[in-house]
Nanobody, 120 residues
Framework: QVHLVESGGELVQAGGSLKLSCVAS????????MGWYRQAPGKQHEWVAV???????NYADSVKGRFTISKDNTRNTVYLQMNRLKPEDTGVYYC??????????????WGQGTQVTVST
């Protein structure tokens, strides 16, 4: 079983920056991909960014050019650097990962979320 723990969320003023971290633990052979989702109050879950095992990245249009996803394979950690934050970026940010956990075994895991609040 894989566990994901996010950190780094806090209250920040519009235009500011935050860096979120997500650490994966458990029996992990490799991460096929890791990514970030968010959920704003009263809105549906929204995909934000993803990074693959090969380092390929992709972003939602709403964050492209402002957010950067990266990873440290040695620490099983994925990061989300968020710049030029807007009030509409407010929400709970969730880490997600697709992991190889054994021979022909894969596991999809979600973290508990970290709150990001952007004030005007």
């Amino acid at each position: 079983q894989v566990h994901l723990v996010e950190s780094g969320g806090e209250l920040v003023q519009a235009g500011g920056s935050l860096k979120l971290s997500c650490v994966a633990s458990g029996t992990i052979f490799s991460a096929k991909s890791m990514g970030w989702y968010r959920q704003a109050p009263g809105k549906q879950h929204e995909w934000v960014a993803v990074i693959t095992s090969g380092g390929h990245t992709n972003y939602a249009d709403s964050v492209k050019g402002r957010f950067t996803i990266s990873k440290d394979n040695t620490r099983n950690t994925v990061y989300l650097q968020m710049n030029r934050l807007k009030p509409e970026d407010t929400g709970v940010y969730y880490c997600n990962g697709d992991f190889v956990t054994g021979r022909a075994e894969r596991s999809v895991a979600w973290g508990q979320g970290t709150q990001v609040t952007v004030s005007t």
